[in-house]
């Protein structure tokens, strides 16, 4: 009888075992047909958006990154090299033709070979971050690279993997620089691997900004798409190409997949405005950076006072017909960036004080839109309100940009003057609540000139007038300014796009305008990306340090002796069931 029993209880451990090692089998040879992933995180950090999975189908060829995110370093670092090695293994899952290898540009113990390494990797464009650290030794300096390079083909592209943010502590930007991995590297992947680039164009013939007034966002526009500078001059093809097809007919398309206008000073033509509303009923997308009011420092140069005064450039019918309304007004807000002034002399030297100036408002996000999702706040220079105004047409109104909730009003003219910056703060004066500067409109809009043309123009093929709109967008800015660069004083050449040389900050201007573009030319889909929420779980330093060795056996001697624990009531249980 109990011979029969173990007989028994050796062939149901045989099939059971049998049994497993089929469905061990099946399951790998499904797996090797049919492609699956399952993502049990909370963030679903390991789920790649589907723009990024198209990019990476179409590869073909390999992209190679080389990380320089490898050494010792603080635990929010090591974190975030994890971060991004999970990345690229989950980018492999979908590609071949992603390689990738993590680099010590620190390796070496010849300060000589460092700095020649050092000196490669500033010329490729990357970036160090110098971090104090608390060693047995007292407070030591470190030089980490969290930087990449994305080789492909003949190109490459240097990544800053580390996104910091004003007043946003280190673990703050630590956790947004794993978030916005995905959308780095993808982006990079994307601009690397397409064919043509897109066609941009800022528009000429208006008293725009100038090509050294936007070079720096030009030369990083020139990274992703071809940029050029066009006058529209009232022709009709400036916008919109004609071609003539095998029936005679004529096709009319856009020749740029957006424009920009930036900071115009003078009244367009009603033919030029007739172009520019065309180019968006077939489809065009602008980025509109408007100046409602006239004002500049310029004028403070030589005066202490100035006038702000209303600037016409006949446009007003544009834009309430699309759904919005530029006020003539300057918006001074408390929380302002500062300008530099010259109080004094000393020794020889000139004596410089910073003042905070209420025109120069930082602005910030006024949605949770990705556009403005996670930058700095963005400088403005003398900018005005905007209002959504009711329309019949099909159009989103999205606020991007608004002042803080300290805000003041003051309609055209304003009168100007720097004696405002010997006077103390009075937080009283700035009552009203955030003003919003900036809108995204999207959806299908009217022509301005729908019901206004002859019969002829409606119907010249030539011409090819339309009514409506096909889907599209544009984002409007009143400020003109907020695209344009500084300039070194008192070499003269561009800075950065955001970056004040007056007090060393770099305000989130050239994010901003970059991010706007993209949206424009390449939808919601690859900037969408952006929105991805994942927590980095750091330990709390303080409670480290107070307690060390309580952490350590939590960590690491609690997990064993659990496992140990685990198995020592496994075999006694084990145990009484067969020995029965």
Known sequence: MMKNERKNLKRSQLLSFAITLIVIVAVNVIGSFVYTRFDLTSEKRYTLSDTSKEILRNLDDYVYFRIYLEGEFPAGFKKLRKETKEMLDEFRAYSKYIDYDFINPSESNDAAERSETYKLLYQSGLNPTELSIQTKE??????????????????????????????????????NSARNLEYKFISAIKDLSQRKKPNIAFIEGHG?????????????????????????????????????????SIKIGSNYEAIIIAKPTKPFSEKDKFIIDQYIMRGGK???????????????????????????????????????????????????????????????QAQIEYFRWYYFPLLNAASDNNIVKNINPVKADFVSSIEPVISDSDVQKIPLLKTSDYTKVSAAPVFISLSMLRQAPDQRMFSQKGHNVAYLLKGTFESLYANRMTAGIMESEEIGFKTSSEPTSMIVIADGDIIRNQFHIPKGYPLPLGFDQYTQITYGNKDFIENAVSYLVDGEGLIGIRSRELKIRLLDVNKVNANPIMWQMINVILPSALMILLGFILAVIRKRKYSK
Not at 212 to 227: A, H, M, W
């Open 138 to 175: 007292g407070a030591q300096q470190i030089v980490i690279w969290p930087c990449a390079l994305v080789s492909y083909q003949e190109k490459e592209l240097p990544l800053d993997l580390l996104d910091t943010q004003l007043g946003k502590s280190s673990q703050e930007a630590l956790n």
């Open 208 to 248: 725009e900004l100038n090509e050294n007034e936007v070079y720096d966002i030009t030369r990083s526009l020139q990274k992703k798409y071809s940029v050029k500078r066009i006058t529209i001059d009232e022709q009709i093809t400036a916008l919109n190409g004609r071609t003539e097809t095998a029936d005679s």
């Open 286 to 348: 602008v980025l509109w950076l408007i100046d409602p009011v006239f004002a500049t420092m310029d004028s403070l140069q030589a005066a202490e006072s100035t006038m702000g005064n209303s600037l016409n450039i006949n446009l007003d019918d544009m834009f309430f017909k699309y759904g919005l309304k530029l006020n003539k007004d300057l918006l001074l807000d408390y929380n302002s960036a500062a300008i530099a002034l010259r109080t004094g002399q000393m020794g020889g």
